[in-house]
């Protein structure tokens, strides 16, 4: 029981921080304020400073708030937040916590209760990191396209306790090299730190793990084998899209992982917020470390790749003929790949030199040209053509409703005719941001099911820009 001469919430932070590390007690317990101890209901009243703390101390301390409270209070006491949704304005809700398990409230010494598993008492037996040997930041050719990214996942590999970019999220096209990148991360670290245990999974493959441990009544030992991990790395999380169990599970393993100050990285065709049918918390935990787009390479950069592979392999392959490949390969990286390899499969099979003839040979089976990829350019260009605008009046800040339209219809179509996230259309007219994106999407779409005139419109400008639509 609490002593009646001591502040009873000074205690129990006393008790916190001698059973959690320096990093997680300034992080979760330091801002959290003690309001009151009703006596009558026995409830403890904690004001914490925004909606996510609260939410992550009931899902990973809530045992040990517990027992803590129990150790200074005594038993049945109940525990009640006041989370501050508005600090601006003052602006509070009360909410209780979860109802404790008769276990976790029996009375017990605070030094032998059986604390959450913030700390492993030994280390675990290492594990195959399932790693690609081959693709290593040797072999990863750098460019303005990959360049921050680059450097930003060499440095995680070499200095891997620095959190700062914690979780590490990489996005953009397919074919870009994201994979090439993330594997050479973990390469990289356990070359440096052979003792670490690194992972890397496709998000498929996870996701099946998930389901046969459901079905094996497993889960805990999944859950458990993943939270000894050192560093994550999850391949295409995309795939995680309306998959709730499988994203309330990697929740409460990025948790752990995170509050141990365990490296995340993760691999996607588009950033946090474009993942449609994803957690919202999750989504706000991507967000939290740091994002990196991978774009598309361009042909000098495509022409370095090539040149870097011809070499590996110990081909001869003339310059235009490499050029010509770089141009018509859509800036995929995993196509110039595969026509080297059939290049190389047909000069070994034929014993024939490789040559334009040759080239344009395996180029026409093996990659889908695009001679001219549809552009947001493009698009406002004809967009303004059909209303009678201009480019400065779209990308401009008036209201005027004919180049809000206008506007509006251009991020439309430049959203649904090309492969750009929509952070990136926002950027390309008139630096407008993610959501406005979204809005000015859904409102087009609204309008075109009531409105048969602006719908034909609409039809008219798509008809016009048909030969340029893949």
Not at 383 to 400: E, F, L
Request: one cysteine or more.
């Amino acid at each position: 029981m609490t002593n009646a001469n001591a502040n009873p919430w000074e205690e129990c932070l006393a008790l916190i921080r001698a059973n959690t590390s320096e990093q997680q007690y300034n992080a979760w317990f330091r801002n959290t304020v003690f309001e009151s101890f009703n006596e009558k209901d026995r409830t403890v009243l904690l004001r914490v400073p925004s909606p996510f703390v609260y939410e992550y101390l009931e899902e990973n301390y809530i045992d040990l708030l517990r027992k803590v409270l129990t150790k200074v209070f005594g038993n049945g006491v109940n525990l009640s937040y006041r989370i501050v949704t508005d600090s601006e304005n003052n602006k509070t809700q009360v909410v209780e916590g979860d109802t404790p398990a008769e276990e976790s409230m029996k009375p017990r010494s605070i030094a032998n209760a059986n604390m959450p598993p913030t700390l492993l008492d030994a280390a675990p037996q290492q594990i195959d990191p399932q790693l690609n040997p081959h693709l290593t930041f040797a072999n990863f050719i750098e460019g303005n396209s990959n360049k921050m990214p680059r450097a930003i996942g060499q440095s995680i590999a070499e200095n891997t306790q620095n959190m700062y970019f914690n979780p590490y999220f990489v996005f953009g096209p397919s074919g870009c090299g994201k994979t090439h990148l993330i594997n050479a991360i973990g390469v990289e670290t356990k070359r440096l730190y052979p003792q670490k245990r690194v992972l890397y999974i496709s998000a498929r493959l996870f996701e099946v793990q998930y389901t046969n441990a459901v079905l094996r009544n497993t889960i805990n030992d999944f859950i458990n084998f993943y939270q000894t991990i050192d560093m994550l790395i999850v391949d295409d999380i995309q795939e995680w899209e309306d998959k709730k169990g499988t994203q309330n599970t990697f929740f409460h393993i990025f948790n752990h992982l995170f509050r141990n100050g365990k490296r995340i990285i993760l691999a996607s065709d588009r950033p946090p917020v474009d993942l449609k049918g994803m957690n919202e918390r999750l989504i706000t935990r991507f967000s939290c470390g740091l994002i990196a787009e991978l774009e598309k390479p361009n042909v000098q950069l495509c022409v370095d790749i090539l040149e870097s592979k011809i070499r590996h392999d110990g081909l001869s392959i003339p310059d235009d003929v490499v050029k010509y490949i770089a141009s018509t390969a859509n800036g995929s990286v995993r196509d110039l790949q595969g026509v080297v390899n059939s290049l190389m499969a047909y000069s070994v099979v034929y014993d024939c030199n490789i040559d334009m003839q040759l080239a344009q040979k395996v180029v026409k089976r093996s990659v889908r040209v695009e001679k001219n990829p549809l552009t947001v350019e493009e698009i406002v260009e004809t967009v303004c053509q059909h209303y009678n605008v201009t480019p400065a009046n779209i990308n401009g800040r008036s209201r005027k409703k004919d180049y809000v339209t206008a506007r509006q219809v251009s991020i439309y179509l430049a959203q649904k005719h090309t492969k750009m996230p929509a952070s990136r259309i926002g950027k390309l007219i008139g630096g407008r941001d993610h959501s406005t994106v979204i809005y000015s999407c859904n409102q087009v779409e609204q309008r075109i099911k009531i409105d048969k005139k602006f719908s034909s419109e609409i039809t008219s400008i798509e008809n016009t820009l048909q030969p340029r639509i893949s």
